[in-house]
């Protein structure tokens, strides 16, 4: 089975101050098709989770572009440019190229 | 607009059955293979199951397989989730999904689900 594996769990940060995340797999998201399946979600307090990145670094449709997803292979980074305060919640990585799996998750905060 | 809409949940003891169902709009729902998720409180998303488009092939974690089973009426574009033997580790917040290889990517609010004797 895979083993999506975010570091770090806890992340304070200050507002209009950069963010990153990353996220290792335990096997390599390249699919045969040459893709690279490597989601990440975002779960605001009380809400569903919403997918802000799809294949590494595409962002879903809304998603404001403070967000970017890089990576390849088997690690994988999610920055956040400038933190917003609505941008406090938990994020994690998932990927869907076999059984989908998310990682721990990382709890954003503001200091 | 894209809804999905689930329902069905609710407080049952251990042992007990549940269906969940989920209600589909704004897309071509016999197209997509779609899915449910759950969530324990204070934990991470889990993927349960999966249905392909013609509910040909499903597939689920292990620690539900022979108990759950996922279903679909395209005609009515109704998803469902049939819960059985029911267990304490079951209880989560269930979320239909849309495949989460498709743009745009669609995801519901959720139904929960408590198993508490």
């Known amino acids: ?111 | 607009e894209v809804q999905l809409v689930e329902s069905g949940g609710g407080l049952v003891q251990p042992g007990e059955s549940l269906r969940l169902s989920c209600a589909a709009s704004g897309f071509m729902f016999s197209s997509f293979w779609m899915s449910w998720v759950r969530q324990a409180p204070g934990k991470g998303p889990e993927w349960v199951a999966n249905i392909k488009e013609d509910g040909s092939e499903e597939y689920y974690v292990d620690s539900v397989k022979g108990r759950f089973t996922i279903f679909r009426d395209n005609a009515n574009n109704l998803l469902y989730l049939q819960m059985n033997s029911l267990r304490v580790d079951d209880t989560a917040m269930y979320y239909c999904a849309r495949d989460p290889n498709t743009v745009p990517y669609y995801w519901g609010q959720g139904t929960l689900v408590t198993v508490a004797s």
Request: aromatic fraction near 10%.
């Open chain 1, 1 to 111: 089975d895979v083993v999506m594996t975010q570091s770090p769990l806890s992340l304070p940060v200050t507002l209009g101050q950069p963010a990153s995340i990353s996220c290792r797999s335990s096997q390599s998201l390249v699919y045969s098709d040459g893709n690279t399946y490597l989601n990440w979600f975002q779960q605001r307090p009380g809400q569903s989770p919403r997918r802000l990145i799809y294949k590494v670094s595409k962002r879903d449709s809304g998603v404001p572009d403070r967000f970017s997803g890089t990576g390849s292979g088997t690690d994988f980074t999610l920055k956040i440019s400038r933190v917003e305060a609505e941008d406090v919640g938990v994020y994690y990585c998932m990927e869907s190229i076999h059984w989908p799996t998310f990682g721990q998750g990382t709890k954003v905060e503001i200091k």
